[in-house]
C-alpha cells in the first residue's frame, strides 16, 4: 500500500458500479486511489481487475486521502442514507479547505441540497451526481449528471468528461455538463429515472398488445422491434428489448421472456418522482401509472385468484394476420406519441422544480446528457435538444412544431389502439393516461368549474368566474331549486 499523493482522484465503495467507473477513470490516463470498508475487497479489486499501475489500493480513508493530489476529489459509491451522511463526517475532518466531496449515488436531491450547504460551511466543495447507464455505462462511457458547490466544477470536469459517453457527429460531445446548484444533478437524475419507468411500462404495453391482440410470436416480436429500433424509436430500451425476444433457456428450449414471472421490483426513484411532482402540482401521470403498474405486478398471487373470479370480455385476439401489417404500425405510432407526453411531463416538472429551488437549468444541454450513456438514450433526445435550443423557455415540449406534427400524426392510431385495448381488455394504463394528459392538455375548457362548484357547495371553499376577477362564494342551500 503506498500513500504517496499521486492520486488524481479517490474512490470509495467498491461495488460493481464502483469498480467499473474505478477502471473507466483509470482507463482514461487518471491516477485513481480506491478504497472499500471490507479490506479484502479493496485487495481482489487491485490484484485483479484493478491490477494497474495507475489504480491505487488503501485500506484506511486516511490512506486515501493522503494519496491524492490537492484540492483532493473523493468520490463516494456508496449506498444512498445515512450511510453518505457517516462518511461525510469522516472525511470533512481528513479533508483541506477547496477540495471535494462527490456523491455518486442514487441520492433524493433534498439530501444533496443539505449536504451542499453542510460541507460547504465546512469549507469543502460538494458535488451529487447522476450516474447513469448501468455497470456496462459506468465501465464504457456513463451519463453523467453534476450539480451542487459551482467552484467545484472546473476541478472534476476534465475527469467526469473524459469518462463520460459521447454523441455528436464527430462523437465528441461528452454526456456529462454542469446541471445546477446543489441538488440540481441528483433531480434530473430522478426525472430521468422516472421517465426511464414510463418508456419501459410503454414497452411493455406495446409488447403485450403485439402478443395478445395480434397473436406475434416471439421471433417476430424480435422482427418487430428490430424494425422499430431503425426509426423514430431508435434507443437503447428498444434494442435491449429486440434481444430478449431471441433469447432461449439453455436447459428448457423454450424462450427465456416467456419464463420470467410477472412481478416486477422497483428501488423508488420512480416514486420519489412521482411524490414530488404531487408537491409541485404537476402533473407527471405517466411515471406514476408505469410504478403503479409496478406494485399492481407485485400482487401476483392476488391477480390469480381474483382472474378466476372477476370477467372480462374474453375475446381472442381479434387482429387478423391480414390487419397485423397495419396495427403493427397503430402501436408503434401510440408508442411514439406516448412517449412525446412522457418527456414532456419529466421537462414540466424540471421547470416546476428549477422555479421552486432557484435552478438555472439547460434544458437542451440535459437532452444531451441523456443522449448517450444512460438507460433512456435515444435518437429522440435529438429533438429534444433542438426543440429547447430554438425557443429555451418553452413552456410544454408537445408545442415545439415537430412534436405537434408527431402527435398530429400519430392521434388516430394511438386512439385506435387504446380503444382496442379496453375493447378486448388488455391492461394499457400508461397508454391510457399519456393520452388523456395529451386531451387535458389540450383543452381550453375542462370539468372542472362543476369541480369548484361542488368544493364551494360543501366546504366554502370559493372560486373564480369566467365574466369578472375576484374570488366568490354563493350560497348553494339557499339558491338550490326542487327537481321534479
Known amino acids: 500500500m503506498t500513500t504517496q499523493a499521486t492520486g ?130 459506468a465501465l464504457k462511457g456513463p451519463s453523467l449528471m453534476p450539480g451542487g458547490s459551482a467552484a467545484a466544477w472546473p476541478l472534476v470536469r476534465p475527469i467526469f468528461q ?31 429515472n422516472g421517465i426511464e419507468y414510463g418508456d419501459m411500462q410503454l414497452i411493455c404495453e406495446a409488447y403485450s398488445l403485439l402478443k395478445h391482440a395480434a397473436g406475434l410470436t416471439n421471433p417476430e416480436l424480435a422482427a418487430v422491434f428490430n424494425d422499430w429500433n431503425k426509426g423514430e424509436l ?40 412521482s411524490q414530488l411532482a404531487l408537491d409541485l402540482g404537476v402533473p407527471s401521470t405517466l411515471v406514476t ?22 370477467q372480462g370480455p374474453g375475446a381472442a385476439p381479434t387482429i387478423s394476420a391480414a390487419d397485423r401489417p397495419a396495427f403493427i404500425e397503430q402501436v408503434r405510432q401510440a408508442l411514439y406519441a406516448s412517449k412525446i407526453a412522457s418527456y414532456a411531463q419529466g421537462y414540466v416538472q424540471l421547470a416546476a422544480a428549477a422555479k421552486e429551488h432557484d435552478w438555472q437549468l439547460d434544458y437542451g444541454a440535459i437532452a444531451m446528457m441523456w443522449r448517450g450513456g444512460c438507460i433512456i438514450r435515444a435518437q429522440f433526445l435529438e429533438r429534444i435538444h433542438e426543440a429547447y435550443k430554438a425557443k429555451p423557455d418553452l413552456e410544454n415540449l408537445m408545442l415545439a412544431p415537430y412534436f405537434t406534427a408527431a402527435l398530429a400524426k400519430a392521434q388516430a ?26 386531451d387535458g392538455y389540450r383543452h381550453a375548457s375542462l370539468p372542472a368549474n362543476l369541480l369548484q362548484a361542488q368544493r364551494d357547495y360543501f366546504g366554502a371553499h370559493t372560486y373564480e368566474r369566467t365574466d369578472k376577477p375576484g374570488t366568490f362564494h354563493t350560497e348553494w342551500l339557499d339558491l338550490r331549486k326542487p327537481v321534479s
Open 162 to 192: 473524459a469518462i463520460a459517453a459521447k454523441v455528436g457527429p464527430k462523437g465528441d460531445i461528452p454526456c456529462c455538463d454542469w446541471v445546477g446548484p446543489r441538488g440540481a444533478g441528483h433531480y434530473v437524475k430522478m426525472v430521468h
Open 413 to 438: 392510431p394511438w386512439r385506435h389502439v387504446v380503444a382496442t385495448a379496453a375493447t378486448i381488455g388488455v391492461p394499457v394504463p400508461a397508454f391510457m393516461t399519456a393520452l388523456a394528459y395529451y
Open 8 to 137: 488524481d482522484i479517490g474512490l470509495i465503495g467498491l461495488a460493481v458500479m464502483g469498480e467499473n467507473l474505478a477502471l473507466n477513470i483509470a482507463s482514461r490516463g487518471y491516477t485513481i486511489a480506491v478504497y472499500n470498508r471490507t479490506t479484502s475487497v479493496t485487495d481482489a479489486f487491485t490484484a485483479g481487475r484493478g491490477h494497474q499501475p495507475n489504480v491505487v489500493g488503501c485500506h484506511t480513508l486516511p490512506d486515501l486521502v493522503a494519496a491524492l493530489k490537492p484540492p483532493r476529489k473523493v468520490m463516494m459509491m456508496v449506498k444512498a442514507g445515512p450511510a453518505v451522511d457517516d462518511l461525510i463526517k469522516t472525511l470533512i475532518p481528513l479533508l483541506s479547505k477547496g477540495d471535494v466531496i462527490i456523491d455518486g449515488g442514487n441520492t433524493l436531491s433534498s439530501d444533496t441540497e443539505r449536504r451542499t450547504k453542510e460541507v460547504e460551511a465546512a469549507g469543502l466543495l460538494y458535488i451529487g451526481t447522476g450516474v447513469s447507464g448501468g455497470e456496462e455505462g
Open 289 to 310: 401509472e408505469a410504478v403503479y403498474a409496478r406494485c399492481l405486478s407485485a400482487l401476483k398471487d392476488a391477480r390469480v385468484r381474483a382472474s378466476k373470479v372477476l
Open 234 to 273: 431508435d434507443s437503447y430500451l428498444i434494442d435491449i428489448t429486440r434481444d430478449i425476444f431471441t433469447v432461449k433457456d439453455p436447459e428448457s428450449g423454450a424462450f427465456m421472456v416467456d419464463l420470467i414471472l410477472d412481478k416486477a421490483g422497483a428501488k423508488g426513484t420512480g416514486k420519489w418522482m
